[in-house]
């Protein structure tokens, strides 16, 4: 059974940082892109980053490029999302999600969530 566990998410202010950690089991990463997303009050969930091993590659949406680095730890089986210079646009429920790739291509039906963790940026 693929399970999703997130922690990391806080209150902080506008300029901060937090680091959100994924907890997979249930599969590693050689069989599925994992990644974040996102979902503001009265927003549609979007794609923060997506990282799949397979390939090397990391996706990152345009409004978070230079300020959010995504990063794992494979012996932990663990996805960590470094977020610096925090927004108060940034403000939202992060997800992990597995697989990321295909979420994106297909639809957030067709993956693993984990619960969701929030984060608030105070300006």
């Known amino acids: 059974e693929v399970q999703l566990v997130e922690s990391g998410g806080a209150l902080v202010q506008a300029g901060g940082s937090l680091r959100l950690s994924c907890a997979a089991s249930g599969f590693t990463f050689d069989d599925y892109a994992i990644g974040w997303f996102r979902q503001a009050p009265e927003k549609e969930r979007e794609a923060v980053s997506c990282?799949?091993?397979?390939?090397?590659?990391?996706y990152y949406t345009d409004s978070v490029k230079g300020r959010f680095t995504m990063s794992s730890d494979n012996a932990k089986n663990t996805v960590y999302l470094q977020m610096n210079s925090l927004k108060p646009e940034d403000t939202a429920v992060y997800y992990c999600?597995?697989?990321?790739?295909?979420?994106?291509?297909?639809?957030?039906?067709?993956?693993?969530w984990g619960q969701g963790t929030q984060v608030t940026v105070s300006s």
């Open positions: 999600a597995a697989d990321c790739r295909l979420i994106r291509l297909a639809g957030r039906n067709f993956g693993n």
């Open positions: 990282f799949a091993k397979m390939d090397n590659t990391t």
